[in-house]
């Protein structure tokens, strides 16, 4: 059975900084690419950020050089640093992994907010 257990997340002021952490389990971690998602309330979801199995990444516009994803295979758990964090970041975060066709699973979700 897969899980993606999520941690971090909550309420921090504009500037401010978090640190998110996905915890999988039920699966081959160290061959996956992972993503973190994100919704804001009345907005689609997006993608924020993804790393490959080999460590690559990619970046939303709107967060590139203020997040950073990363990795552990030894913990099988992919972080998110977040830093400059402004309001439009509020959103709840989900972490993401794709194994195949017609096969995805997502974490739970954890709520940022950011506001003053």
């Known amino acids: 059975q897969v899980q993606l257990v999520e941690s971090g997340g909550g309420l921090v002021q504009p500037g401010g900084s978090l640190r998110l952490s996905c915890a999988a389990s039920?699966?081959?971690?160290?061959?996956?690419?992972m993503e973190w998602y994100r919704q804001a309330p009345g907005k689609q979801r997006e993608l924020v950020a993804g790393i490959s199995s080999g460590g690559s990444t990619n970046y939303a516009d709107s967060v590139k050089g203020r997040f950073t994803i990363s990795r552990d295979n030894a913990k099988s758990t992919v972080y998110l640093e977040m830093n400059s964090l402004k309001p439009d970041d509020t959103a709840v975060y989900y972490c993401h992994v794709d194994i195949r066709w017609s096969l995805e699973f997502w974490g739970q979700g954890t709520q940022v907010t950011v506001s003053s």
């Open positions: 039920g699966l081959a971690f160290s061959i996956y690419a």
